[in-house]
């Protein structure tokens, strides 16, 4: 309880997940870009990826985009895949995310303050997705999991040395995000 009304303040302390040690997987891009379902999806496919927290087999942690970051913290990683959602669908959700979030944002990407939300929002999504973009192997879309599943599977197999089963997506759906009431959000909805 006390935990929670610190939050509710402000005041709690932020419990930072990405802990030191070397992972072979980071799936990273920025905020509201699909982690959940990607986390998700990836725990039913049988790998150990953290959300937002590191786990055996990496993370897949919209944290971890900043290089400075994860130098800060001593965690390393081996492969780096760029996950990007459409702008429109970020940005209407990127306004809402919370003042810790943004003093996070703006101590690794200070240009992105602004006092109007949209604009910074929109800095942010450029400019994380750039941090997210640099050395990473590859790129896909979150909405490719609803266009061309197969596709992006294989892209997914590939990256992970391993079959990622798209007959999986169907069980990350049926699951829902606690953060959307209950309704599905993932994959760009």
Same mark, same amino acid.
């Given at each position: ?34 982690? #959940? ?13 953290? #959300? ?23 965690? #390393?990683?081996?492969?780096?895949? #760029? ?107």
């Amino acid at each position: 309880m006390v935990t929670f009304i610190k939050r509710l303040l402000g005041t709690h302390k932020f419990d930072d997940p990405i802990l030191a040690g070397s992972y072979p997987f980071l799936v990273t891009g920025c905020a509201r870009s699909g982690t #959940h379902f990607m986390a998700a999806f990836l725990k039913e496919n049988g790998l150990k990826m953290g #959300h937002e927290a590191t786990d055996a087999d990496g993370a897949v942690a919209w944290l971890a985009a900043s290089e400075k970051y994860c130098r800060d913290r001593n965690a #390393h990683f081996g492969k780096k895949l #760029h996950l990007i959602r459409n702008p429109a669908n970020a940005l209407a959700s990127l306004v809402t995310i919370n003042k810790r979030a943004w003093d996070y944002i703006v101590k690794y990407s200070p240009e992105c303050q602004d006092k109007d939300k949209v604009v910074a929002s929109a800095k942010y999504w450029l400019a994380w997705n750039k941090l997210a973009q640099e050395n990473a192997v590859a790129t896909i879309r979150i909405e490719d999991f609803e266009e061309t599943p197969e596709k992006v599977c294989n892209l997914l197999s590939g990256f992970f040395e391993r079959n990622i089963s798209s007959a999986l997506i169907a069980a990350v759906y049926e699951k829902r995000d606690s953060r959307a009431g209950g309704q599905r959000i993932w994959a760009g909805k």
